[in-house]
């Protein structure tokens, strides 16, 4: 749930030279011109290649099943590297600053020669206990971790991922005891209600869901959009809600 700025995660070094193989999942093939997201997926201290997959099969059966995503997944390039010891050593570097790892930038710039593209880094550590990502936007390079140690089970997993996406798509934190863990902003936490109603105010009245609520990014004075979505406790909710699901089909630009 936690947030950082892209410069804390990137470090240099003497490049040397690894050649990553970066796989679409399930054969997947998506046109240049059709491409509307790029997410690239990593291993982290997976025993087996199959484990890896396995979970990372759940969190994309979840992503076609989650609005707006279900509408665009045929427009989503997956695709995903899995390390070996060794280069996952060269790779991530462990820090006591938060995030909780560091990525070799050749590593990055590797996989953006490879989509010709910016995309969102997932790094799956199947034995870290944190998840966090960068408050970011659909256009920019953004990192993603999620520690599979901190979830209880799979629809869990699942939906923590769903919420670390989100933030790297640019929404923002809904709950209210977490802390200040991000600025407000919009589209989904204003400080004030006037605030609110420039911004969510025409789906009041008109969406069930939709109202003024007190409380979002750890300060309860500020408004959310609604009670329950994946960006406050995505354990209890099942959607992010009208609000937000009307951002990300604007920058996601869907049509409908």
């Known amino acids: 749930m936690r947030l950082f700025g892209l410069v804390l995660y990137f ?4 490049s040397l030279g690894f050649a990553y193989n970066i796989e679409p999942y399930s054969g997947q093939f998506v046109s240049e011109a059709q491409v509307i997201l790029n997410l690239v997926f990593s291993s982290f201290n997976y025993q087996r290649k199959e484990i890896f997959l396995k979970d990372l099969n759940e969190l994309m059966q979840r992503l076609r099943q989650s609005k707006p995503f279900d509408e665009i997944i045929d427009k989503i390039r997956i695709n995903y590297i899995t390390l070996s010891r060794e280069e996952e050593n060269m790779v991530f570097k462990y820090t006591q600053d938060f995030p909780p790892l560091r990525v070799r930038q050749d590593f990055l710039d ?6 010709k593209s910016n995309y969102k880094l ?4 199947a034995t870290g206990s944190v998840s966090c990502s960068e408050l970011s936007s659909k256009d920019k390079l953004s990192l993603i971790i999620i520690g599979k140690a ?5 629809q869990s997993f699942a939906k923590g991922f769903l919420h670390e996406l989100g933030h790297s798509l640019g929404l923002r934190d809904e709950c209210l005891d977490c802390g200040e863990v991000c600025p407000p902003g919009p589209p989904n936490c204003a400080t004030t209600k ?3 109603e420039r911004w969510w105010g025409d789906l009041v009245g008109r969406l069930a869901r939709v109202n003024y609520i007190r409380g979002c ?6 408004i959310r959009p609604t009670i ?4 406050n406790d995505a354990d209890k909710s099942e959607d992010f809600g009208p609000v ?8 996601l630009e869907i049509k409908r």
């Not at 937000?244 to 920058?251: F, K, P, Q, S, V």
Request: glycine share 2%; proline share 0%.
């Open 11 to 14: 470090w240099c070094f003497v």
């Open 122 to 125: 997932v790094i799956l550590d």
């Open 228 to 231: 329950a979505s994946i960006m």
């Open 244 to 251: 937000n699901e009307r951002y990300l089909r604007e920058i």
């Open 217 to 222: 990014c750890g300060n309860k004075s500020y």
């Open 194 to 196: 006037e605030e609110a």
């Open 150 to 154: 901190r979830y209880s089970n799979s």
């Open 110 to 115: 590797y996989i953006s020669t490879h989509l």
